[in-house]
């Protein structure tokens, strides 16, 4: 493949809401647009990626989507990864790449070494670290992955195939970084998984707070600022896929949130007995990192 290549003709979504959609419009942004085949259980998500002009044609059924596409990607919840796996792998061309847009990885990949890894041999997961608190094809945007980073871990033994997804993902302005399943989660517990935890429960402590009437005239909701609105943004986003993702995740959220209690011991102790100097020097050494990264 030449450097440069755009390396899929037709391209098979199967479904087409704030991801997969953002994924079809990305794609038919590029100069030489794929063929793109999308599902979804959603009827408005499919109409609507259809009226958009991001998808060609919707099908039924992810078997019937799968039989003449050379990439097929499952922005699916990861929960249903699996089932999906079982729905195409008697129709998917042998020479296809198959990848999925899941924030979680090892579960999968365990799964998929159980029941799917000869069935299934040209597959490398993707992760796009990009999303909304909003879902629907409504939500979905052709430059949600520009800029942003994707995780991409093989699955199976075909390096082909991850390197046909690197030009993909750069070709849509990503930045890859190839990685193991356990490497991925760990990393994605600390950096997107542990704020999703932190935003649920500083919202849960307000609401206790104010429905306590611990302080006479509070109310979050009318007097919050802008980084409590910063923190709750995160908090609007799905309960049921978020749950999923948390239970998938388990052991690395866990240890990220062991280590975070650490760090909120530290600060504790630095606060009660080291007053505004040794909070200063804290602070200054905690930020130390930021001093050579690019404001967003």
Same mark, same amino acid.
């Given at each position: 493949?030449?450097?440069?290549?755009?390396?899929?003709?037709?391209?098979?979504?199967?479904?087409?809401?704030?991801?997969?959609?953002?994924?079809?419009?990305?794609?038919?942004?590029?100069?030489?647009?794929?063929?793109?085949?999308?599902?979804?259980?959603?009827?408005?998500?499919?109409?609507?990626?259809?009226?958009?002009?991001?998808?060609?044609?919707?099908?039924?059924?992810?078997? *019937?989507?799968?039989?003449?596409?050379?990439?097929?990607?499952?922005?699916?919840?990861?929960?249903?990864?699996?089932?999906?796996?079982?729905?195409?792998?008697?129709?998917?061309?042998?020479?296809?790449?198959?990848?999925?847009?899941?924030?979680?990885?090892?579960?999968?990949?365990?799964?998929?070494?159980?029941?799917?890894?000869?069935?299934?041999?040209?597959?490398?997961?993707?992760?796009?670290?990009?999303?909304?608190?909003?879902?629907?094809?409504?939500?979905?945007?052709?430059?949600?992955?520009?800029?942003?980073?994707?995780?991409?871990?093989?699955?199976?033994?075909?390096?082909?195939?991850?390197?046909?997804?690197?030009?993909?993902?750069?070709?849509?302005?990503?930045?890859?970084?190839?990685?193991?399943?356990?490497?991925?989660?760990?990393?994605?517990?600390?950096?997107?998984?542990?704020?999703?935890?932190?935003?649920?429960?500083?919202?849960?402590?307000?609401?206790?707070?104010?429905?306590?009437?611990?302080?006479?005239?509070?109310?979050?909701?009318?007097?919050?600022?802008?980084?409590?609105?910063?923190?709750?943004?995160?908090?609007?986003?799905?309960?049921?896929?978020?749950?999923?993702?948390?239970?998938?995740?388990?052991?690395?959220?866990?240890?990220?949130?062991?280590?975070?209690?650490?760090?909120?011991?530290?600060?504790?102790?630095?606060?009660?007995?080291?007053?505004?100097?040794?909070?200063?020097?804290?602070?200054?050494?905690?930020?130390?990192?930021?001093?050579? *990264?690019?404001?967003?």
């Amino acid at each position: 493949m030449p450097p440069g290549d755009f390396p899929f003709r037709k391209v098979a979504i199967l479904g087409t809401g704030l991801m997969g959609g953002s994924f079809a419009g990305a794609l038919k942004g590029l100069p030489s647009p794929p063929e793109i085949l999308g599902t979804s259980r959603d009827p408005e998500d499919a109409s609507g990626a259809l009226s958009r002009g991001w998808v060609d044609h919707v099908f039924a059924r992810n078997d *019937l989507a799968v039989v003449e596409a050379d990439l097929v990607v499952l922005a699916v919840p990861p929960k249903t990864v699996p089932d999906v796996w079982e729905e195409i792998a008697g129709a998917i061309s042998p020479s296809a790449i198959l990848t999925d847009l899941s924030s979680v990885k090892a579960h999968l990949f365990e799964q998929y070494q159980m029941r799917f890894q000869t069935l299934l041999p040209r597959y490398t997961s993707s992760h796009p670290m990009a999303g909304s608190e909003r879902s629907g094809i409504s939500a979905a945007r052709p430059d949600l992955f520009s800029g942003r980073t994707v995780f991409l871990t093989p699955f199976g033994s075909d390096r082909a195939s991850t390197e046909s997804l690197e030009v993909l993902w750069t070709s849509l302005g990503a930045k890859t970084f190839t990685v193991t399943p356990k490497d991925h989660d760990g990393i994605v517990a600390h950096i997107s998984h542990l704020p999703h935890v932190i935003s649920y429960c500083l919202l849960n402590l307000a609401e206790k707070v104010r429905v306590e009437n611990r302080y006479p005239g509070f109310d979050w909701k009318l007097q919050k600022g802008g980084s409590f609105s910063d923190i709750l943004r995160i908090a609007r986003s799905s309960p049921e896929l978020w749950a999923d993702i948390f239970s998938q995740n388990e052991g690395a959220i866990l240890e990220a949130m062991d280590q975070f209690e650490r760090e909120i011991a530290e600060f504790r102790t630095v606060l009660r007995h080291q007053g505004a100097p040794g909070m200063a020097r804290l602070l200054s050494s905690w930020t130390l990192p930021l001093s050579d *990264l690019k404001s967003p």
